[in-house]
């Protein structure tokens, strides 16, 4: 069994003439992964060592060990970087990696089956779920205790509440 790698953050335009780049962190705390050792592909054929990392707006921006250039750092435009899950902190009570979730079956509170977990998102307003049916377009639900109050990973699945089965969601009387 390959080793479980989380992916931890994602490589930007290229910051200046000397090979700096602009780095988005999806930790808690961004200057963690300077803590987690060299940083792979998701092949784990490219590795990236931090050499230095500073605080941008919204993003950090770095310096990789070996990418001395503006024009090595544009060619990493868009590369994902990853690590070993193990060397993670583990989550608290109620909290997750997204990489726990992909995958887990999607059921009502009744046992009928509702999809599979494919993605979380944030796009700045709070995370969404985003789950596929076996036939049709996928639905996007907010991810709170209210719409997923059941996360059982051990057991492969979460529990969700469709629109309308939440208590207080009734559409306005005209």
Same mark, same amino acid.
């Given at each position: 069994?390959?080793? @479980?790698?989380?992916? /931890?953050?994602?490589?930007g335009?290229?910051?200046?003439?000397? +090979?700096?780049?602009r780095?988005?962190?999806?930790?808690?705390?961004?200057? !963690?992964?300077?803590?987690?050792?060299?940083? $792979?592909?998701?092949? +784990?054929?490219?590795?990236?060592?931090?050499? $230095?990392?500073?605080?941008?707006?919204?993003?950090?921006?770095?310096?990789?060990?070996?990418?001395?250039?503006?024009d090595e750092?544009?060619?990493?435009?868009?590369?994902?970087? =990853?690590?070993?899950?193990?060397?993670?902190?583990?989550?608290?009570? +109620?909290?997750? =990696?997204?990489?726990?979730?992909?995958?887990? !079956?999607?059921?009502?509170?009744?046992?009928?089956? *509702?999809?599979? /977990? /494919?993605?979380?998102?944030?796009?700045?307003a709070?995370?969404?779920?985003?789950?596929?049916? $076996? @036939?049709?377009?996928?639905?996007?639900l907010?991810?709170?205790?209210?719409? *997923?109050?059941?996360?059982?990973?051990?057991?492969?699945? /979460? *529990?969700?509440?469709l629109?309308?089965?939440?208590?207080?969601?009734?559409p306005?009387?005209?």
């Amino acid at each position: 069994m390959t080793a @479980q790698i989380i992916c /931890v953050a994602k490589i930007g335009a290229a910051h200046g003439v000397h +090979g700096a780049v602009r780095l988005w962190t999806f930790t808690d705390d961004p200057f !963690a992964i300077k803590r987690y050792g060299p940083l $792979s592909t998701r092949d +784990g054929a490219r590795r990236f060592e931090i050499a $230095s990392a500073r605080e941008a707006k919204g993003h950090l921006v770095a310096t990789l060990k070996g990418v001395t250039t503006r024009d090595e750092a544009e060619r990493l435009n868009g590369v994902e970087l =990853y690590v070993a899950r193990e060397k993670l902190p583990a989550t608290d009570e +109620g909290e997750y =990696y997204h990489a726990d979730l992909i995958g887990l !079956a999607a059921m009502t509170e009744a046992g009928e089956p *509702v999809g599979r /977990v /494919v993605a979380i998102h944030n796009f700045g307003a709070g995370d969404i779920i985003e789950i596929a049916p $076996s @036939q049709g377009a996928t639905m996007l639900l907010p991810f709170t205790n209210a719409v *997923v109050p059941i996360v059982d990973i051990a057991g492969g699945r /979460v *529990v969700v509440k469709l629109p309308g089965e939440i208590e207080g969601d009734e559409p306005d009387a005209p």
